[in-house]
């Protein structure tokens, strides 16, 4: 008989592209994924995938299955979690989406305050919304907006990220100091230039956006050193020489405490909303506006130390 864990592994590998990405979103190995896949194609009977060097190709007798099977498996995901959520002799159990360092700077100090189960993932905004719509995560953090017709999510705005150069604060001043506070622009990006940066690969969207907003132009340079999150970032710069663009509410703490220097918030603000994003069907209102209430209240704060530090 066939497994209904064998479909779930081939939904993995179609959507994944490798047997590699799959085992990670399903906490497998990849040769138990393996043995899945072999499994699911000996019982129907037909090569499901092209094997490459690179990636797993659907045939067009695994697209068929793919589209057949997708509903089914979305369904079963959805049960999965209902299930265990309206359980009476349970904790309710709430799954989140986020970025790793807005949960660890907002989220991560209430955790012990709160009075129901908390599952939380990260990922790219793309993944988490689409994890939301189908029904894996009940609410996410998000700078993005999915207009798709057939979406069931819903947007909140709450609050804006503003993005500001930061320096550790070793780092020299005084020259670019004078250069912002005489609108000298042209010779500021050149002096600019000439400094240590630091950036991740997740934030680069943030490094190119404030440098056009400032400068009318792309940045014709790389940073020095390219970090795995802004987290990273923040800790190599502490009491330190160098220099990072980053959301203001994630280093607002260092800056209190005279670890960073807040350098500058550009000629105007360059900002992103940020929203709740929740299902329309949504489960447990009251333990996520308990979510809420932290955010709103944490992110509020970050704001005014902002606005009383430039």
């Known amino acids: 008989m066939v497994s209904l864990e064998w479909y779930r592994t081939f939904k993995e590998i179609y959507e994944n592209?490798?047997?590699?990405?799959?085992?990670?979103?399903?906490?497998?190995?990849?040769?138990?994924?393996s043995v899945h896949l072999n499994a699911l194609e000996a019982y129907v009977g037909k090569k499901l995938f092209e094997r490459t060097s690179r990636k797993m190709i659907p045939t067009e007798e695994g697209k068929a299955l793919y589209n057949f099977i997708l509903s089914s498996i979305k369904q079963l995901e959805k049960a999965e979690q209902h299930f265990k959520k309206t359980s009476k002799d349970m904790v309710p159990s709430i799954s989140i989406g986020m970025c790793t360092e807005t949960f660890q700077t907002i989220l991560e100090p209430e955790i012990s305050n709160l009075n129901f189960n908390l599952v939380a993932r990260f990922g790219t905004n793309q993944d988490l919304i689409k994890d939301l719509n189908n029904g894996i995560l009940d609410l996410i953090i998000t700078p993005k907006v999915d207009n798709s017709t057939n979406s069931l999510v819903e947007y909140e705005a709450f609050t804006e990220e503003n993005i500001v150069l930061i320096a550790g604060n070793q780092s020299d001043l005084e020259e670019i100091n004078k250069l912002i506070k005489n609108k000298d622009f042209s010779l500021l990006e050149k002096t600019l230039k000439n400094k240590t940066w630091y950036s991740a690969s997740n934030e680069m969207e943030h490094f190119n956006r404030f440098w056009y907003e400032n400068f009318n132009k792309r940045p014709d340079?790389?940073?020095?050193?390219?970090?795995?999150?802004?987290?990273?970032i923040i800790r190599?710069?502490?009491?330190?020489?160098?220099?990072?663009?980053?959301?203001?509410?994630?280093?607002s703490n260092s800056i209190e405490l005279n670890k960073i220097n807040l350098v500058w918030k550009g000629k105007k603000d360059v900002s992103n909303t940020l929203y709740f994003a929740t299902r329309s069907d949504l489960l447990f209102?009251?333990?996520i506006d308990i979510i809420k209430e932290v955010f709103q209240r944490k992110m509020n704060i970050k704001t005014l130390h902002n606005k009383e530090l430039s």
């Open 221 to 232: 340079f790389k940073p020095n050193y390219i970090l795995p999150n802004i987290g990273s």
């Open 17 to 33: 592209g490798t047997l590699t990405k799959a085992s990670v979103a399903l906490y497998s190995s990849q040769p138990g994924v």
């Open 236 to 251: 190599c710069v502490e009491n330190n020489k160098g220099f990072a663009i980053v959301p203001d509410f994630l280093v």
């Open 285 to 287: 209102k009251k333990e």
